[in-house]
T-cell receptor, first 116, second 113 residues
Framework: GAVVSQHPSWVICKSGTSVKIECRSLDFQATTMFWYRQFPKQSLMLMATSNEGSKATYEQGVEKDKFLINHASLTLSTLTVTSAHPEDSSFYICSARSGRNYNEQFFGPGTRLTVL | EDQVTQSPEALRLQEGESSSLNCSYT??????LFWYRQDPGKGPEFLFTLYSAGEEKEKERLKATLTKKESFLHITAPKPEDSATYLCAVQGLYTGTASKLTFGTGTRLQVTL
């Protein structure tokens, strides 16, 4: 149980285009989903927290207009990187928390974004 | 602000050579300390949650312990398949986002034959 999937697993796009990444909880309802970014050999940095049906809460320094997050259902959250630039190239990972165990987060496999 | 420091940054062990990874943390109030395993190009895989000083948890060759200032991940008789990056994270009681995890930079473990 507690499986989280992400799609796509990797994506290459041209500078200036937008990219959407999906995060799904497959066998549980995720009341809260989290989006992280990880640069090579660095730690996971929380970008934003999204609760189903409400606006996402962004961490300090994360541009909400650039990283659009939608959490339309209890099993799906999306992250859209708008007008992507090479510096947005990174490994994006989502996690999900169910209502049963408030403390545990289950992570997706990640999405590698490369902006040319 | 919650902080997590992991050491060593990298560790190379021979198969069967036991060792420990360290996670030092500062947090205003600890809701939980988490250990994850991350393989290259993959998301973190949950290992343990520790909630209070003195608590210990075991899973196969791994054992996690917790004090008020640090946590250790003990690896007994490691095998090559234990090679991965081990991440430590804390969840504070008083962070703005109740479930926010603050991660360390991890320890890259390589176990050789």
């Amino acid at each position: 149980g507690a499986v989280v999937s992400q799609h796509p697993s990797w994506v290459i796009c041209k500078s200036g285009t937008s990219v959407k990444i999906e995060c799904r909880s497959l066998d549980f309802q995720a009341t809260t989903m989290f989006w992280y970014r990880q640069f090579p050999k660095q730690s996971l940095m929380l970008m934003a927290t999204s609760n189903e049906g409400s606006k996402a809460t962004y961490e300090q320094g994360v541009e909400k207009d650039k990283f659009l997050i939608n959490h339309a259902s209890l099993t799906l959250s999306t992250l859209t990187v708008t007008s992507a630039h090479p510096e947005d190239s990174s490994f994006y990972i989502c996690s999900a928390r169910s209502g049963r165990n408030y403390n545990e987060q289950f992570f997706g496999p990640g999405t590698r974004l490369t902006v040319l | 602000e919650d902080q997590v420091t992991q050491s060593p940054e990298a560790l190379r062990l021979q198969e069967g050579e036991s060792s420990s990874l360290n996670c030092s943390y500062t947090v205003s109030g600890l809701r939980g300390l988490f250990w994850y395993r991350q393989d290259p190009g993959k998301g973190p895989e949950f290992l343990f949650t520790l909630y209070s000083a003195g608590e210990e948890k075991e899973k196969e060759r791994l054992k996690a312990t917790l004090t008020k200032k640090e946590s250790f991940l003990h690896i007994t008789a490691p095998k090559p398949e234990d090679s991965a990056t081990y991440l430590c994270a804390v969840q504070g009681l008083y962070t703005g986002t109740a479930s926010k995890l603050t991660f360390g930079t991890g320890t890259r473990l390589q176990v050789t034959l």
